[in-house]
Nanobody
């Protein structure tokens, strides 16, 4: 199993970004994918989780601003982030839970700054 996260970058406050996490190695439609983020000196923080049914739950920082989705055919999950704030600056990671095993993507940096 390999996870490839992408889509990070520099964006101004109030802007939007869409992160992608592409999984390879099998079919993952029934598995749980999560997005976490981490800033220096802090623990990773849950941003959003999507279970196999497609239902998503969001951590407090994401509620009302972020939306998680997926393309089952592409084994790719997305995190649409709107109305970004400087406090959203972090490295964003995707995490796959599959058959009791946990897999992490390499992280993609999001910087929100004017």
């Amino acid at each position: 199993v390999q996870l490839q996260a992408s889509g990070g970058g520099l964006v101004q406050p109030g802007g939007s970004l869409r992160l992608s996490c592409a999984a390879s190695g099998s079919n993952f439609a029934s598995n749980t994918m999560s997005w976490f983020r981490q800033t220096r000196g802090k623990e990773r923080e849950l941003v959003a989780t999507m279970i196999g049914s497609g239902a998503a739950n969001y951590g407090d920082p994401a509620k009302g601003r972020f939306t998680m989705s997926r393309d089952k055919a592409k084994n790719t999950w997305y995190l649409q982030m709107n109305n970004l704030e400087p406090e959203d600056t972090a490295v964003y990671f995707c995490k796959l839970l599959r058959r009791g095993n946990i897999y992490w993507g390499q992280g993609t940096l999001v910087t929100v700054s004017s």
